[in-house]
């Protein structure tokens, strides 16, 4: 088994945040996106499309995607759950984290690739669509903190792949100065309880 992995992706991070919370420890290979290796031969066998993470099986197979790679090992080592106990539960995780996932993490991540000077000559850039993602996020946060008061959490009582998806999606704006705004107390104080965790840095 092998973990194919990009030190500074959001995506990767999700599946190393979530390993870390499971004590499960991976072979690791990473990958040089900055030398252009995710997009030679040897790796386009193993992810065609050329995105990390990747998680290659003894048998060969290979999965993609964070949720999926991380619902892979949720089957196989299902203490302690991060996906959700109970049928409800579940199905509230799930709705937290493509939220999470496509209101926050999603318009951060096209904001940072259309506004960032990091992103130059890598990419085609439309400054006005990055920054249209910007207050997109901003306003999607409002929803989350108002979500977030009286919870711990965003999608259960236990920290699961939703707040995993959230945090890493907020720490990705830092890279574009788009952070929790001071007046979100209860998002603020969640991001406070989630980056406090040992995990955090993994």
């Not at 991070?13 to 499960?24: D, Q, S, T």
């Not at 937290?96 to 992103?119: G, K, M, V």
């Not at 999608?155 to 999606?169: E, K, M, N, P, R």
Request: charged residues 25%; contains cysteine; hydrophobic residues 40%.
């Amino acid at each position: 088994m092998k973990f194919y992995d990009l030190a500074g992706g959001s995506n990767p991070r999700r599946v190393r945040i979530y390993l870390a919370e499971k004590g499960i420890e991976v072979p690791t290979q990473s990958i040089d996106m900055m030398k252009k290796e995710n997009s030679q031969p040897e790796f386009l066998k193993i992810n065609p499309f050329g995105k990390l993470p990747a998680l290659e099986l003894d048998d060969g197979t290979v999965l993609t995607e964070s949720m999926a790679i991380c619902r892979y090992f949720e089957e196989e080592n299902p203490e302690p759950p991060m996906f959700g106990r109970t049928a409800l539960e579940k199905a509230q995780v799930e709705m937290w984290n493509r939220r999470a996932e496509l209101e926050i993490l999603y318009p951060i991540a096209q904001c940072f690739q259309h506004t960032s000077d990091f992103w130059i000559g890598r990419l085609e850039q439309h400054k006005g669509w990055g920054e249209s993602c910007r207050s997109k996020a901003l306003a999607s946060m409002a929803i989350f903190d108002a979500h977030l008061k009286d919870r711990n959490f965003l999608a259960t009582d236990d920290y699961t792949v939703a707040d995993i998806t959230l945090q890493c999606g907020i720490l990705l704006g830092k890279g574009v100065a788009l952070k929790i705004p001071d007046e979100l107390e209860h998002l603020n104080a969640w991001w406070k309880r989630v980056t406090s965790r040992a995990t955090a840095r993994a």
